[in-house]
């Protein structure tokens, strides 16, 4: 049975006409056959029995079995003559002919048999002959997509930022929105190169100085929708209340999360960032992973590693409107917060646990109990994330090896207490790991050095 579409155009002709004569001459010879099998089994029977059932139609076929034999030997000599004529002309186009033939066979009986070929596989075969597959098909090969290679797969990507919100009345050594802009726009950027950022996490000091009044307050638009494009704020903000954050905000003297002017409870609703409480917990079982967020204000003077943890409290309760409330408040959601984890910790079954809060883990130096269990990769690979001095590292922080952590307080909104300013991104691979990295800007944006120095 012929398959012209598997073939070459020219040595589509060639097959044609020599399977053509090839059957002609099976026919010739099984007729051939059929005819001295009749004469055989006749010469075996008596002279008048063969006088008897001798007919016409038997004597046309012997005689045609005898005719083909003729035209069996003129067909083979027929087939040579045609063989000699077509080399010539198709001779020089030989050797990429047969391997174009190849290429188009094995495209054939891929798309033929519905078999899915490895992507490997079917990249190695025609990177072999680029030239010769658009020959064939140049439109299909425009259009033919990059095959990925499994090793690149993602799951999903997000990123995480914290410290951001400048004002310009009261402010630290960042002279303007240049530094927060130049990061927003390196966010966009890399969320258009990923194309999978499924969350942001904002680790808090969202609105320098004193934080929100409700959720009507300008700085919203201000001091973020202005700042970030649409793209960046079309997925959630997984957000926890930083130090600045409460100065203002009605919820710090009241345990009413309702009362809260950044508290959302709708993660769909992309006009607010996503903070259901202020300690929460989020499953995304299509990532493996969970988002903790915890509310630690309490520690704000846990750069004091010698300090107990009764000796701390939120010390910016002191430009609230309720100072004895903010501290009840605050000690009591850091209560909350350790109690949340430890029950995640024992409950979840994702893989990954990303854990953040506004304080770094040296913060947590009067809790060692918390420090090791973040240190644990027993059940969970954990990835905590924690912001409030202004700079993005992993080196000033406490160590929670094997598991991962990060300072990412270099969000432009303040101060620069280090020279890496921008964001991190975190990227979960086809195995549900999650690598993290950080995005920097230019730290002479974030802050120049002062007009001597710069002169000088």
Same mark, same amino acid.
């Given at each position: ?14 097959? =044609?006409?020599?399977?053509?004569? &090839? ?15 009749? %004469? ?55 050797? !990429? ?8 066979? &094995? ?23 680029? @030239? ?10 425009? /259009? @033919? ?7 690149? @797969? ?6 995480? #930022? ?11 050594? =960042? ?14 950027? !890399? ?11 904002? =680790?808090?000091?969202?609105? +320098? ?18 700042? +970030? ?35 959302? *409870? $709708?993660?769909?609703?992309?006009? *607010? ?23 630690? $204000?309490?520690?704000? @003077? ?48 994702? !893989? $990954? ?12 130096? &009067? ?5 090791? $269990? ?7 690979? #954990?990835? *905590? ?34 020279? /890496? ?5 975190? %990227? #979960? ?11 920097? =800007? ?15």
């Amino acid at each position: 049975k012929l398959q012209p579409s598997r073939l070459n155009p020219l040595s589509t002709s060639r097959q =044609v006409c020599l399977e053509s004569l &090839a059957l002609f001459s099976c026919w010739c010879v099984r007729a051939s056959m059929l005819a001295s099998s009749e %004469e055989e089994r006749s010469l075996m029977t008596t002279a008048d029995t063969c006088a008897e059932k001798q007919t016409p139609a038997l004597a046309r076929t012997a005689v045609a079995g005898r005719i083909c034999l003729v035209l069996t030997l003129a067909s083979l000599l027929l087939a040579g003559s045609l063989l000699a004529w077509l080399q010539p002309m198709h001779g020089a186009d030989d050797d !990429k002919l047969d391997g174009l033939s190849k290429a188009s066979a &094995a495209l054939y009986m891929n798309g033929a048999t519905g078999e899915e070929e490895d992507s490997k596989s079917q990249g190695d075969l025609l990177s072999k002959q680029p @030239q010769l597959r658009t020959t064939l098909q140049p439109e299909a090969a425009a /259009e @033919q997509p990059q095959l990925e290679s499994s090793t690149h @797969q993602r799951r999903g990507s997000f990123l995480v #930022i914290g410290d951001w919100g400048w004002d310009e009345d009261l402010h630290g050594n =960042v002279p303007d929105t240049s530094c927060q802009k130049q990061i927003a726009r390196k966010m966009l950027a !890399k969320m258009e190169e990923l194309g999978d950022v499924k969350f942001i996490i904002n =680790v808090g000091d969202s609105f +320098y100085p004193e934080g929100l009044k409700s959720k009507d307050d300008k700085q919203w638009d201000t001091k973020w929708r202005n700042i +970030y494009a649409p793209k960046v704020r079309s997925v959630p903000w997984y957000s926890v209340y930083g130090n600045h954050d409460y100065h203002h905000d009605p919820c710090i003297c009241s345990s009413d999360p309702k009362d809260c002017a950044q508290v959302n *409870y $709708n993660v769909h609703n992309l006009d *607010y960032f996503y903070m259901p409480g202020y300690n929460w917990y989020r499953e995304h079982p299509e990532l493996d992973l969970e988002v903790i967020g915890l509310d630690m $204000n309490k520690f704000m @003077q846990g750069w004091n590693s010698s300090a107990r943890i009764e000796d701390l409290h939120f010390e910016d309760c002191q430009w609230s409107a309720c100072k004895a409330d903010c501290y009840g408040n605050s000690n009591a959601r850091a209560e909350q917060g350790f109690d949340l984890f430890r029950k995640r910790y024992e409950e979840s079954t994702a !893989k $990954n646990l990303l854990v953040f809060s506004h304080y770094p883990t040296d913060y947590f130096q &009067a809790v060692p109990e918390f420090l090791k $269990n973040l240190s644990i990769a027993d059940h969970h690979d #954990i990835t *905590y994330f924690g912001g409030h001095r202004h700079n993005v590292d992993q080196t000033s922080t406490w160590q929670i090896t094997p598991n991962t952590n990060w300072l990412v307080g270099g969000g432009g909104g303040w101060s620069c207490d280090g020279k /890496e300013q921008g964001f991190v991104v975190g %990227e #979960i691979d086809a195995d549900y790991k999650v690598s993290t990295y950080a995005v920097l =800007v230019d730290f002479e944006i974030c802050c120049p050095p002062p007009p001597d120095q710069a002169s000088a």
